[in-house]
């Protein structure tokens, strides 16, 4: 078992006895969550992969639309990346929360389905997913194992089985909308939660980054766990700067055995 300072140790039990006594807790998950098991947050600018490029433009819809080949260039070991990467201690973590009745759902900024692969059942994905590709042509949606093996592999560009237009990955792009289903359903969980874990997300990316501020204006608890601080950490009763792999199984194992 890991050793705490005692402060930390301190927040870990403190969150516990709030996720022992809340009745309707929420995550809101961010890309640190996925930092641990390898995955770059590629929204963020300098990171790993991405310092060549810059993501903003690359990772975009109009680039997409008016050249597909250097969105597939950058976007190919990023799909590699993720079809390789596997749950880390936290998502697993979680996934025994919800399982045991303590996590009522997640949202989260994440496309990496780490979650679902940790056991996660009920997950809102913010910036979509890297589960499925939908035909920009006719709407037909196919399964990402499936039709993005052979791009992994070789580099040939998804194209849609049923009219041979491409695929997009069901990803959110820059200067692309947000989901609209999911966002109501974040913002339904937002107001209606008694508490709010934020875990690995610097709540920088609006809008999702304004749903804990929509939980404390209706008196919910809010934990921050980060390793960098967020504008909410001052007004968060428990935030805790350090590694999600090892804060979260702590607090569950908390949680769960007392
Ligand atoms: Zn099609």
């Known amino acids: 078992m890991t050793r705490f300072s005692p402060q930390t140790q301190t927040s870990i039990d403190f969150a516990a006895d709030l996720f022992r006594q809340s009745k309707h807790a929420v995550v809101l998950s961010g890309a640190g969550l996925s ?3 390898g995955i770059p947050d ?9 310092s060549s490029d810059e993501p903003m433009e690359v990772a975009s819809l109009s680039t997409f639309r008016t050249a597909p080949e250097k969105f597939f260039k950058w976007f190919r070991p990023l799909a590699s990346q993720i079809f390789n990467a596997r749950p880390n201690s936290a998502h697993c973590a ?5 399982s045991a009745g303590h996590i009522s759902s997640i949202i989260t900024q994440n496309i990496d389905i780490l979650h679902q692969k940790a056991g ?20 037909h949606q ?16 998804p194209l849609c089985p049923k009219c041979n237009q491409t695929l997009k990955p069901d990803v959110i792009l820059f200067g692309e909308q947000l989901p609209q289903a999911a966002w109501f359903k974040a913002q339904h969980e937002a107001r209606q939660c008694d508490l709010m874990l934020v875990v690995g997300s610097s709540l920088e990316v609006l809008p999702v980054a304004g749903l804990p501020m929509q939980a404390l204006d209706r008196g919910a608890h809010l934990i921050i766990i ?33």
């Open 42 to 50: 590629f929204r963020s600018t300098g990171t790993g992969l991405w």
């Open 120 to 139: 996660s059942k009920t997950v809102i994905e913010m910036h979509g997913t890297m589960k499925t590709l939908t035909c920009t042509q006719c709407y």
């Open 226 to 258: 980060n390793n960098t601080p967020t504008y909410l950490n001052v007004r968060a009763d428990i935030s805790i700067l350090e590694d999600v792999a090892l804060i979260i199984p702590a607090i569950t194992e908390r949680v769960l055995n007392g």
């Open 35 to 37: 930092t641990p098991s």
């Open 94 to 98: 979680l996934a025994n929360l919800e």
């Open 142 to 157: 196919v399964d990402a194992e499936t039709h993005l093996a052979a791009f992994v592999e070789k580099g040939d560009i």
